[in-house]
């Protein structure tokens, strides 16, 4: 019996999280934020004072943090050496530093054995992120690559800010996407096998049951 592993993987505000969410809950599936985890790794960072502009500062540190992901959909939860850092995570800190930390390639190696250990736990699971098709499991049978227009992102994640300046957020993300996707290791791109899905002209509703729909194809 293959566990169903269904990869979610797009660029910052094209509705990843919400739609990870809101499928796993439908199908009973564990949830996995794996970009999360990286704001975890970045805020442990930030918070023990390493220079998270030298790539060689975050390399030598990277296997001391200690990451928990909670996988339940409904209640997800994230805890960096025992914190609770749900909230401290989405900050403007962690926010602005995070893509040249996930660019080190000794933070992949550490999160990329974590977030295989949980998947491989029991039950089906969807996972989100950059990566999760390409590398970090491969050989999910469903693979979504959820994409859409810059200031649709930029909405979406202005308003999840609590009414953050749309201009300024849309730049913030363009500018993680360009680090994101021009990375060296596990870039941000479309793994072979997946589904593109342009979320712009769909409610959240309607992209949650699309991808239940592929989910659903291959059971
Ligand atoms: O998904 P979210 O916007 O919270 O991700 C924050 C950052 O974490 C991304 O901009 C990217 O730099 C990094 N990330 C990654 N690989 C993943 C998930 C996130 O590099 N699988």
């Known amino acids: 019996l ?51 502009s030298d790539p060689s500062a975050v390399a030598a540190r990277a296997r001391e943090a200690r990451i928990e ?5 409904l209640a997800p939860t994230i805890t960096v050496d025992g914190v609770d850092v749900a909230e401290a995570i989405r900050g403007e800190a962690v926010t602005g530093a995070v893509s040249p930390v996930s660019a080190v390639p000794e933070v992949r190696a550490v999160l990329l054995d974590l977030q295989r250990s949980i998947i491989a736990a029991d039950g089906g699971i969807v996972v989100e992120g950059r990566d999760i098709g390409s590398v970090v499991a491969p050989d999910a049978p469903v693979k979504v690559y959820l994409t859409a227009d810059p200031e649709a992102r930029a909405l979406r994640r202005a308003a999840e800010e609590g009414g953050s300046d749309v201009a300024a957020t849309q730049q913030s993300l363009l500018a993680r996407d360009k680090i994101d996707s021009g990375r060296t290791v596990s870039p941000l791109t479309m793994a072979e096998g997946a589904v593109h899905l342009d979320t712009t002209p769909y409610s959240l509703d309607e992209v949650i049951g699309l991808v239940v729909d592929l989910v659903e194809a291959v059971e």
């Open 69 to 73: 992901s909670g996988t339940d959909p």
């Open 2 to 52: 293959v566990p169903l592993v269904v990869a979610i993987d797009g660029p910052s505000g094209s509705g990843k999280s919400s739609t990870s969410r809101g499928v796993a809950a439908r199908l009973g599936l564990r949830y996995l934020d794996t970009g999360a985890m990286y704001r975890g790794m970045t805020w442990w960072m930030l918070e023990n004072g390493v220079d998270v």
